[in-house]
């Protein structure tokens, strides 16, 4: 059974940082590209970043290139984003997912997390 559980959501300020987490379980993590997307309320869901499974490529979206940053280990089946400079605007649930291939449409990845929930103040 697959387990994607991600952490480190919170209450945080603009401007200030937080450190997602997604840990797997009962999958080859190694051979799985991974992907972070975010869900606002009454919006739909929108990719973030993703990376491939050796790390080697990774891509971001838009709103969130060089404020955020995903990485992965792969020792410890577990990918990271490292968000920087928040802003109200970064205000969603955030889920992790894994597919077989990095990309930024949310239907190809086969694995998804529960979600973490982050609020930014202004």
């Known amino acids: 059974q697959v387990e994607l559980i991600e952490s480190g959501g919170g209450l945080v300020q603009a401007g200030g940082s937080l450190r997602l987490s997604c840990a797997a379980s009962?999958?080859?993590?190694?051979?799985?590209?991974m992907g972070w997307f975010r869900q606002a309320p009454g919006k739909e869901r929108e990719f973030v970043a993703h990376i491939s499974w050796s790390g080697g490529s990774i891509f971001y979206a838009d709103s969130v290139k060089g404020r955020f940053t995903i990485s992965r280990d792969n020792a410890k089946n577990t990918v990271y984003l490292q968000m920087n400079s928040l802003k109200p605007e970064d205000t969603a649930v955030y889920y992790c997912?894994?597919?077989?291939?990095?990309?930024?449409?949310?239907?190809?990845?086969?694995?998804w997390g529960q979600g973490t929930q982050v609020t930014v103040s202004s």
């Open positions: 997912a894994g597919g077989w291939k990095p990309t930024v449409v949310a239907a190809a990845y086969n694995y």
């Open positions: 009962g999958l080859t993590f190694s051979s799985y590209a």
